[in-house]
């Protein structure tokens, strides 16, 4: 039995270490990729980032990349994408193009851009709000979508994030445009808000 046992712990710990080069490499790879940008003056190593790679499908060559904060939290600030590092905007912009977003209809695009923004935000510890709808005004709702008359996509997105050395967690509720053609991305924070600190009610539990 005992026989038994090691042998299955020595063929994982053999699996893990064939498992560390790959991830070696990657990360590597990736950060040539960053300290490759024009304009950046210092180059960044491993501690000053947080490579966040999407587990599967369309959106597997995508890698979010955060930069450590004061408060021990991590803020995207780049999107690796098939080889090329993005602003976060750019990079949700070359993404929907590469997946044909312009030729979607509405409720295709709004489950596309959910799947970006879940892939570009939740390794960094912010996560896209999907519960129940408040009933309560200026409260967490899930994503909300519509088109306009030029074209134009707008999509309303309530996110949440816990930081290390803040008490509480954060909301934030943020509008996206996104242009008739999928290339273009903008957006605008509406609101913030630090529930536990500034003794908010109707609030979600953050807890899983």
């Not at 498992?19 to 300290?35: D, H, K, M, V, Y």
Request: hydrophobic share 40%.
């Amino acid at each position: 039995m005992r026989s038994s046992i090691k042998s299955s712990l020595l063929c994982f710990l053999l699996f893990q270490l064939a498992l560390l080069p790959a991830w070696s490499q990657g990360s590597e790879q990736w950060l040539r990729i960053l300290n490759a940008q024009s304009g950046r003056d210092k180059p960044l190593t491993e501690k000053d980032v947080l490579f966040c790679p999407a587990e599967s499908g369309e959106l597997s060559s995508l890698v979010a990349v955060g930069y450590l904060q004061s408060d021990g939290s991590h803020v995207l600030g780049s999107i690796l994408w098939q080889g090329k590092a993005w602003a976060p905007l750019a990079g949700y912009a070359q993404v929907l193009k590469s997946l044909d977003f312009a030729n979607k209809d509405d409720e295709e695009r709004k489950q596309i851009f959910w799947t970006l923004l879940s892939a570009a935000n939740l390794g960094l510890g912010i996560h896209p709000y999907d519960g129940e709808k408040s009933r309560e005004i200026h409260r967490p709702q899930p994503i909300s979508s519509r088109s306009s008359s030029n074209g134009t996509h707008q999509f309303k997105v309530w996110f949440y994030e816990e930081a290390g050395a803040r008490e509480g967690p954060e909301w934030r509720e943020v509008i996206y445009f996104v242009s008739a053609d999928g290339e273009q991305v903008k957006a605008r924070t509406l609101q913030t808000f630090h529930p536990l600190v500034e003794g908010l009610v109707d609030f979600p539990s953050t807890r899983k």
